[in-house]
Structure formats: structure tokens, C-alpha cells
Nanobody, 120 residues
Framework: QVQLVESGGGLVQAGGSLRLSCAAS????????MGWYRQAPGNKRETVAT???????YYAESVKGRFTISRDNAKNAGYLQMNSLKPEDTAVYYC??????????????WGQGTQVTVSS
């Protein structure tokens, strides 16, 4: 089983910055894709950004130019740098990882979520 632990959420004023971290542990052979998703009250969970093991990134239009996703393959860790935060970025942010166990089986895992609140 793969465990993901997020950290770095909190309360920030509009225009401020936060950096989320996601640490993966378990019998991991490879993490193919890591991603950040968010869910605001009353809304569906949406993709924020994803990154492959080769460094290919995807961003939702709403965060392009403000958020940067990165990862450290050696540490099985992922990050989301969030700048110029807006009140509409307020949500619970979840880390996701997809990859292979050391026995070659596939896995997909979610973190427990971290709250990001942006005040106006």
C-alpha cells in the first residue's frame, strides 16, 4: 500500500503564496504521475495540475501562470507552489499518485487532503 501525506496548507491573504508538499511512502517501484486536485464545498473535485515522471506538466486554465507543480523522484515527493492566490482558490487540496509497486502491480493513491483558505 502507498501512503500519501500532504502538508503546507493554511490561511493566506489574497495575493499571497503557499507551497504544498506530498510525501509518498510504501513499496513503491515507480510513481508515473503525481497530481494535485482540489474540492471546494458544493463543488466536484477538479484537477489542478499533474506531472509525469519525465516532467511533462498539465495545468488547469484557472491556475496557469500562478501555480507550479514539481516533483523529486528520488524522494518520491511532489510539490505545488501557489502564487498570486485568489479567494476562489479556497478548497481542500488532495495529492494523487499513480505508479507501480515493487512487484509490478499498479497502484493509485490519494492523500487525506489539506485545507487552503484565501481571504479577500
Amino acid at each position: 500500500q502507498v501512503q500519501l501525506v500532504e502538508s503546507g496548507g493554511g490561511l493566506v491573504q489574497a495575493g499571497g503564496s503557499l507551497r504544498l508538499s506530498c510525501a509518498a511512502s510504501g513499496s513503491i517501484f515507480t510513481i508515473d504521475t503525481m497530481g494535485w486536485y482540489r474540492q471546494a464545498p458544493g463543488n466536484k473535485r477538479e484537477t489542478v495540475a499533474t506531472i509525469t515522471s519525465g516532467g511533462t506538466t498539465y495545468y488547469a486554465e484557472s491556475v496557469k501562470g500562478r501555480f507550479t507543480i514539481s516533483r523529486d523522484n528520488a524522494k518520491n515527493a511532489g510539490y505545488l507552489q501557489m502564487n498570486s492566490l485568489k479567494p476562489e482558490d479556497t478548497a481542500v487540496y488532495y495529492c494523487n499518485a499513480n505508479g507501480h509497486y515493487s512487484n509490478a502491480r499498479l497502484f493509485t493513491s490519494w492523500g487525506q487532503g489539506t485545507q487552503v483558505t484565501v481571504s479577500s
